[in-house]
């Protein structure tokens, strides 16, 4: 991946316990996001553990990995649409609103699953995500999340 931190490696540490992206979690997934022009980008190895079927990864953590490559990506929008470089600053911290996964085929284990998702809105605290799922070269999954942007006085319980 870039040179460049991943949004998730720009949240404060309260914020980084995340079972999908938090990178103090040591048995999370660690899913990292980056720009890739005006698309973002994460790439995931799901490990043995994250089996549905033999050779098939489950369901859930394929939603995981949407959720927050999600959530990053509506941080560096409106860090972006703040006029913010990634360098200026943590970026703000956005929970899910609103899911909607669509399994197209089945995705394999075993291989990388690419990430790519694009911003669909930004408006107030609001940004809607569009991503979709590769994995073997084609797609198998697509997402849309909504995404709300957390007050400045809510503090998690660490």
């Known amino acids: 991946m870039p040179d460049t931190p991943a949004f ?6 309260e914020w980084s316990y995340c079972y999908g992206c938090g990178r103090l979690n040591d048995k999370g997934l660690h899913v990292r996001s980056f720009w890739d022009g005006e698309e973002t980008v994460a790439v995931l190895r799901p490990r043995a553990e994250h089996m549905a079927l033999p050779g098939i990864v489950y369901g859930g953590y394929i939603a995981s990995a ?3 490559h999600s ?3 509506a941080a560096g929008a409106a860090q972006r649409a703040a006029g913010k470089g990634l360098d200026q600053g ?8 609103s899911l909607k996964v669509d399994y197209l085929k089945p995705t394999p284990l075993g291989v990388d699953l690419e ?11 609001k940004v809607v995500v569009a991503t979709e799922l590769y994995a073997a070269g ?3 999954v697509r997402g849309e999340a909504v995404l709300v942007q957390v007050p400045d006085d809510f503090k998690p319980q660490v």
């Open 138 to 140: 084609e797609v198998r």
């Open 115 to 125: 990430l790519r998702s694009r911003v669909v809105e930004v408006k107030g605290r």
């Open 71 to 73: 959530t990053g990506t």
């Open 8 to 13: 998730q490696d720009l949240y404060p540490d």
């Open 90 to 97: 943590p970026l703000p911290r956005f929970l899910t609103a």
């Open 66 to 68: 949407i959720d927050c």
